[in-house]
């Protein structure tokens, strides 16, 4: 059965760093698509990056392209985002995200996701 299980997450000042990581098992094959998603209270889910593991196709979500860097170890089937300069604003619950099958549409559509994990928190305080 797949699964995903994230870590990695915790409590920051502002302008500090993390790197979360997700690891992946059960899967026949390595998902079309994975991402990272986050959500603070009383807002919707979003997506902050996207990528494609097997060719390498990174997507950025808005506000975070240059402080969020998403990557995948193949070999560790493990998907990783480095997050830096965090900012208050960034605190939420981070998900990882699996798709097995091929979608045309945004990156960041949950629709295609059908793999979550339980999700790691990041605090960020002044």
């Known amino acids: 059965q797949p699964n995903l299980v994230e870590s990695g997450g915790g409590s920051v000042p502002t302008g500090g760093s993390l790197t979360l990581s997700c690891v992946a098992s059960?899967?026949?094959?390595?998902?079309?698509?994975m991402a990272w998603f986050r959500q603070s209270p009383g807002k919707e889910r979003e997506g902050v990056a996207g990528?494609?593991?097997?060719?390498?196709?990174?997507y950025n979500g808005e506000g975070v392209a240059d402080r969020f860097t998403i990557s995948f170890d193949k070999a560790k089937r493990t998907l990783y985002l480095q997050v830096n300069d965090l900012k208050i604003e960034d605190t939420a619950d981070y998900y990882c995200?699996?798709?097995?099958?091929?979608?045309?549409?945004?990156?960041?559509?949950?629709?295609?996701?059908?793999?979550w994990g339980q999700g790691t928190r990041i605090t960020v305080s002044s």
């Open positions: 059960g899967f026949s094959d390595t998902p079309q698509r």
């Open positions: 990528i494609r593991p097997s060719e390498g196709r990174i």
């Open positions: 995200a699996a798709a097995t099958h091929d979608w045309m549409g945004s990156p960041f559509s949950r629709r295609q996701y059908s793999y």
